[in-house]
């Protein structure tokens, strides 16, 4: 089974500042998939950046983009240039084919953007 | 709106009745998903479906939950003899295919008293 680690509780950065968003995860599968969602405070889930295991390159989304570390089971989301809509709750994700790509959560990360 | 509908979006109930909470997805969509949110979590997956086929069910699925997919397309999520640990968001996603974006339905508050 995946499990994934979000060890950043809350999170907070000025406007127009950068901020990095940690993840780890752990698989025995060598074909899945990561991803980070934005839940902000009205509740519906938004995919934010999705990034395949095969892929060696970073996947980037305008201010959004990962550091996918394969091998360190690391994927950290870096948010640029940051705005007041970015003040969420983040979650970092993973799915693989044996469970049907479900999505298996970290317990989330809330970003607050302050003026 | 072409979104994940969710239907109610709150629902208080007593001890011991039985709920029924519906999802409608993305039309054309194969997949669905059935997750449950609890204050300070992140989702948990429940089932899901492809078509009308159940194709996985969690641990956490329980005897007292039942969902459905009748021809495929929208999907009711029941709970029978509600608990207080029932209390939870319950989220409805879908996606095309097995390995595509999966799109979120605002969710069923469920608050069990």
């Known amino acids: 089974a995946q499990t994934v680690t979000q060890s950043q509780p809350e999170m907070s950065v000025q406007e127009a500042e950068t901020v990095t968003l940690s993840c780890t995860y752990d698989?025995?599968?060598?074909?899945?998939?990561l991803f980070w969602y934005k839940q902000p405070p009205s509740r519906q889930m938004i995919l934010v950046i999705r990034?395949?295991?095969?892929?060696?390159q970073n996947a980037t989304e305008n201010r959004f983009s990962v550091n996918f570390q394969k091998a360190a089971k690391s994927f950290s989301l870096k948010i640029s240039d940051s705005q007041l809509g970015d003040t969420a709750m983040y979650f970092c994700?993973?799915?693989?084919?044996?469970?049907?790509?479900?999505?298996?959560f970290g317990k989330g990360t809330s970003l607050l953007v302050t003026p | 709106d072409t979104g994940v509908s969710q239907d109610p979006r709150h629902k208080i109930t007593k001890r011991g009745q039985n709920v029924t909470f519906r999802c409608d997805p993305i039309?054309?969509?194969?997949?669905l998903y059935w997750y449950r949110q609890t204050l300070g979590q992140g989702p948990e997956f429940l089932t899901y479906?492809?078509?009308?086929?159940?194709?996985?069910k969690s641990r956490l699925l329980s005897d007292r939950f039942s969902a459905e997919r009748p021809k495929g397309s929208f999907s009711t999520l029941e709970i029978q003899r509600t608990e207080q640990g029932d209390s939870a968001m319950y989220l409805c996603?879908?996606?095309?295919?097995?390995?595509?974006?999966?799109?979120f339905g605002q969710g069923t508050r469920l608050t069990v008293v």
């Open positions: 994700a993973s799915g693989d084919s044996n469970s049907g790509y479900a999505l298996n």
């Open positions: 698989t025995s599968e060598n074909n899945y998939y």
């Open positions: 990034q395949e295991a095969y892929k060696q």
């Open positions: 039309s054309e969509h194969n997949r």
């Open positions: 479906f492809q078509n009308e086929a159940q194709l996985e």
């Open positions: 996603a879908s996606s095309l295919m097995e390995n595509t974006e999966a799109f």
